[in-house]
């Protein structure tokens, strides 16, 4: 099993950048794909980015790529998403997910575990 916790959140302007970590424990993470999810006011989950458990392959939603750089740190149990050049509709909770299995996945309902989110807020 495999508990996470994400950090990093905040409130930041339009064109800033922000990192956020995801801190797991368990000692399945390094066997894990991992996957980064949002949800804004009123709308559904959805799928941002995701790396599998070693790294060497990723995947990230439209809206996101080139922007967004989802990376991992098997030795510290940690996965990391660096956001840059944010925009506001970037704002929503954002939710670090892991999964089972080593292959990368993008659905919500491949990943296992999920941690409770943190904010960020990106104003114009």
């Known amino acids: 099993q495999v508990q996470v916790a994400e950090s990093g959140g905040g409130l930041v302007q339009a064109g800033d950048s922000l990192r956020l970590s995801c801190a797991a424990s368990g000692r399945t993470f390094s066997s894990s794909a991992m996957g980064w999810f949002r949800q804004a006011p009123g709308k559904e989950r959805e799928f941002v980015a995701a790396?599998?458990?070693?790294?060497?392959?990723?995947r990230y939603a439209d809206s996101v790529k080139g922007r967004f750089t989802i990376s991992r740190d098997n030795a510290k149990n940690t996965v990391y998403l660096q956001m840059n050049s944010l925009k506001p509709e970037d704002t929503a909770v954002y939710y670090c997910a892991a999964r089972r299995f080593m292959a990368v996945a993008t659905s919500l309902s491949s990943y296992d575990y999920w941690g409770q989110g943190t904010q960020v807020t990106v104003s114009s």
């Open positions: 790396i599998s458990w070693s790294g060497a392959s990723t």
